[in-house]
């Protein structure tokens, strides 16, 4: 790999959704956690030792580190499959052979479903805009506002064969691309999200929606979720049928025919074969792994128009490409596999 500027690499592990996790150590000295790499959020945080309930499988002890500094304020975040609600704290954070210090962090000691669906300890977020004025409360800012990286950017990159993912903070110019990078600005109307603007998408050569929509690059959502009225075009276009659980699924015999669904961004084709969007088969049938937001928040949906008819674009999309997340640039890079 190449050479560039200071940078940061951090191995990654997947799970069986292509969700990513890192692992990291908070203070000193260090307790280590593994962590969901979340481009859909902007929070940081790990459970707390005081958390009841559902928890993580690791907590944070802040009184067996030195150089803890627990301050009196609550802090809460809302998911898609639930919130968190803790204390604010400030400490040092380990990652990739490197130490950021009075890094912002939320202590979580109440979580309302979250942990049924995430083996991790926390969440780690990068959002595309750090809306504080307090630098130690962005992460990726806080990296180079203490020179360990020379720019506010980020890329996760896997190896061909998919073996080896790893994120890298900064401008390293160490890459795995076999293609041309696609450059696309982000949504002039975006601030926390990493999004981009679909103008077309086209099942087979099947025109389901032409109207301009805002999507959302999302690591931490598997899937990909949309608007209602698409999604059942879509559903109906693939002869889709219902799961007893709600979820729409395609026979196996029926799935070989199933044609690839391009998505039309910024003059640009991103196609999704088959065997990107159909998830989970067995020896009958497979589930859509596109939903609407109604299937993704079932217990509490959000407030908002996002979700209303925009997009968010999660690991099934995202897993095919090597992308950077330039937050200087307001720019996102596209390099195929």
Known sequence: MGQGGKFIVMPLTLDSSNLLFGSIGIGNPRQNFTVLIDTGSSAFWVTSSDCSGRCGRNSFFCEKSNSCNKKNKTVSASYNTGSIRGQAFFDTVSIGGSSVNKQFIVGVNEGSNIFSYMAADGVLGLPATCTSDNLGKCFLRNLVYQGLIDREM??????????????IFGSSGATFDTHAPIVLPIHEDSTQFWALNIDRITVGEEAVSSASARAILDTGTPLIVGPLPVVSKIQRFLGCQVHPNGYAIVEVCRSKLCPDIYFEIGNNIFALQ???????CDDSFCFLGIITSND???EKPLTGDLLHDGWILGSIFLRNYNITFDAENRSISFAKL
């Open 296 to 298: 993704l928040i079932k």
């Open 154 to 167: 980020f890329s996760i990159r896997s190896s061909e064969n998919k073996t080896y993912t790893e994120i």
């Open 274 to 280: 088959p065997s990107d969007y159909l998830v989970d």
